[in-house]
Nanobody, 124 residues
Framework: QVQLVESGGGLVQAGGSLRLSCAAS????????MYWFRQAPGKEREFVAA????????IYIVSVKGRFTISRDDAKNRVYLQMNSLKPEDTAVYYC?????????????????WGQGTQVTVSS
C-alpha cells in the first residue's frame, strides 16, 4: 500500500505563492501518474492537477491553469505543486495520490488511500 506525506502548506496572502511537496513510498514511483486533489470546508475533494508517468503530460482544472504547475522528481519519489497568484478560493487541504492511469475525471473513491494532507490558507 502506498504511503503519502504532503508538506509545504501554510498561510499566505492573496497573490502569494506556495510550493507543496509529496513524498510517496510503497510503490515503484515511476510506474504511476501523480495527482493533487484539494478539499475545502464543506465541499467534496476535487481534482486539481496530475502528471503522467513520463512527466511529459500534465493536466489541470480550469481554475488553476496558468497559476499552478505540477512536477515530479522520480529520483526522490516526490511530486510538487507550485502555486502562484493564490486566491482565497484556493484555500483547502491539499492531498497527493498515485494512479496507474492519467485521467482528470477521477474522483477520490478511485484511489486506494490518502495521506493527511497539507493545509493551504489564502487570506484576502
Amino acid at each position: 500500500q502506498v504511503q503519502l506525506v504532503e508538506s509545504g502548506g501554510g498561510l499566505v496572502q492573496a497573490g502569494g505563492s506556495l510550493r507543496l511537496s509529496c513524498a510517496a513510498s510503497g510503490r515503484t514511483f515511476s510506474d504511476y501518474a501523480m495527482y493533487w486533489f484539494r478539499q475545502a470546508p464543506g465541499k467534496e475533494r476535487e481534482f486539481v492537477a496530475a502528471i503522467s508517468r513520463s512527466g511529459r503530460t500534465t493536466i489541470y482544472i480550469v481554475s488553476v491553469k496558468g497559476r499552478f504547475t505540477i512536477s515530479r522528481d522520480d529520483a526522490k519519489n516526490r511530486v510538487y505543486l507550485q502555486m502562484n497568484s493564490l486566491k482565497p478560493e484556493d484555500t483547502a487541504v491539499y492531498y497527493c495520490n498515485t494512479h496507474q492511469l492519467l485521467d482528470s475525471g477521477f474522483k477520490s473513491a478511485d484511489f486506494d488511500s490518502w495521506g493527511q494532507g497539507t493545509q493551504v490558507t489564502v487570506s484576502s
